[in-house]
C-alpha cells in the first residue's frame, strides 16, 4: 500500500520507489524478462465476491484467519515513527 511517496508491506515501511526497485530486481533475476505494472485498487481488498470477480483469493479462502494475523502484524509497528523514518529516507534520497 502507498500514498506514492513512501509504502507498507510486509517488511515495514519504506520509499515507493525503494520497495519497487527491490522487488523489480528480485522478480527480474528470478524470471528473464519479467516486469511489473502497478496499479490503482478500486474495491475492497477483504471482499471475497470482489476479488473472486477478479480470480483472486478473498481472506475466507486462507489458511486460518489471514485478517487477525493481519491485525497482529500492524499493531505490533509504530506507524506514526516507521512513516517518519520512511519519510526521512525518501527525502534524504530526492536530496542526494
Known amino acids: 500500500m ?18 519497487l526497485g527491490h522487488h523489480r530486481k528480485g522478480w527480474s533475476s528470478q ?9 490503482k485498487v ?7 465476491a470482489e476479488l473472486n470477480q477478479r480470480k483472486m483469493l478473498g481472506p ?7 485478517i487477525s494475523r ?5 499493531k505490533r509497528i509504530d506507524h506514526a515513527e516507521a ?3 520512511a519519510l526521512r529516507t525518501t527525502l534524504s534520497l530526492a536530496v542526494g
Open 2 to 19: 502507498t500514498d506514492g511517496v513512501i509504502a507498507f508491506d510486509y517488511h515495514g515501511y519504506s520509499a515507493r520507489e525503494r520497495l
Open 31 to 39: 524470471s528473464s524478462g519479467w516486469d511489473c505494472t502497478i496499479e
Open 42 to 48: 478500486d474495491f475492497d481488498l477483504l471482499d471475497t
Open 60 to 66: 475466507d479462502q486462507y489458511l486460518h484467519d489471514p
Open 70 to 74: 493481519a491485525r497482529r502484524f500492524i
Open 83 to 85: 512513516a517518519k523514518r
